[in-house]
């Protein structure tokens, strides 16, 4: 936790809509006039394409079927780790960029499958903003939720999320939907124990909820729209929430628990503002006294 130089963590599976939300927060951050600096999760795998391959065929040929890029061990958590601490401590820190396919590739001038070059954020900045797997991992070798000042939790039910990452692996990144359903069944096991166990850290998930039948996901043809879903949003601490305001302003929605509230699925962006802009302002505040 810093409060000098605060961290915001965003985590969810791939395919769960973290870039998504990412739009929403940069929304905040232009309107709020916050100078943040933000990390992709996918900058701290620990190997390029053809190396991660390798690295799969290795440990089949002994035995291990379980490995993925949601595993701890795909990726350098402890770098992951020493970025949060230092960007905690001193404002400072660097990062780099997976590149996924030929859009990004043009962008970063490095082909698919590889890293660009680390380089150092800007002087300055107001907080530090991570979208990834693995935002508030807790295990034998980090702490990252104890570094992150404000986690929040992407998380589709499943059958939904795979549709999602389907969808979007298919559209963009050019697999077949064969081979993401055999990536969706080998990162069966992390998702178990290293994806899951963050949700319960996190202070709000955002599980979107579809309304139509998904019972199939690999034969869907279309990501359900908003109109076709609901949002569960629950609070870790509901305390301080104001469920009275959030129920009023955001038309059909309603509380569900003592801490959880629903929205209609074309409220999320609203419901996310609402919410996330005092927290934010907050952060921003208390580090400008610290
Ligand atoms: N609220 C939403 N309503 C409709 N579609 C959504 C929503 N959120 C995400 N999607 C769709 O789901 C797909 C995956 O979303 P996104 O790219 O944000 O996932 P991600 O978590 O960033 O994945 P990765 O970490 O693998 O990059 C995209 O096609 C996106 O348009
Ligand atoms: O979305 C992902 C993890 O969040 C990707 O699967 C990961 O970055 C590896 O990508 P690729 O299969 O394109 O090498």
Not at 106 to 129: A, I, M, N, R, S
Request: hydrophobic share 35%.
């Amino acid at each position: 936790m810093s409060k000098k130089h605060p961290i915001i963590s965003v985590t969810g599976s791939s395919g769960a809509g973290t870039s998504t939300v990412k739009h929403t927060f940069d929304q905040i951050f232009r309107r709020e006039g916050v100078n943040a600096v933000s990390i992709e999760g996918d900058a701290f795998h620990r190997y390029n394409r053809a190396d991660m391959k390798a690295e799969l065929d290795r440990r089949y040929a002994e035995g291990d079927y379980t490995f993925s890029h949601f595993s701890y061990e795909a990726n350098d958590l402890k770098e992951l780790e020493n970025v949060f601490r230092e960007y905690g401590e001193t404002g400072k820190g660097r990062t780099r960029h997976y590149v996924h396919d030929a859009r990004e590739a043009e962008k970063y001038g490095v082909p698919p499958g590889h890293f660009t070059q680390w380089t150092p954020f800007e002087d300055d900045t107001d907080l530090l903003f991570y979208e990834g797997l693995h935002g508030s991992v807790v295990n034998d070798e980090v702490n990252l939720a104890a570094l992150a000042d404000l986690k929040i939790g992407v998380v589709p039910v499943i059958n939904l999320e795979w549709i999602q990452k389907i969808h979007r692996d298919r559209a963009t990144r050019g697999y077949s939907t064969e081979a993401v359903t055999d990536v969706i069944l080998r990162r069966m096991h992390a998702y178990v124990h290293c994806i899951t166990p963050q949700f319960t850290r996190t202070d709000i998930n955002f599980q979107r909820v579809p309304v139509v039948d998904t019972s199939n996901p690999f034969v869907a043809r279309w990501i359900p729209t908003a109109d076709e879903s609901l949002v569960v949003i629950r609070f870790k601490n509901p305390r301080g929430i104001d469920f009275a305001y959030l129920t009023n302003m955001i038309a059909g929605s309603w509380m569900s628990r003592a801490n959880s509230i629903v929205v209609p699925g074309g409220k999320l962006d609203l419901a996310m503002q609402l919410i996330l802009t005092p927290l934010i302002e907050r952060l921003v505040r208390d580090s400008k006294r610290a």
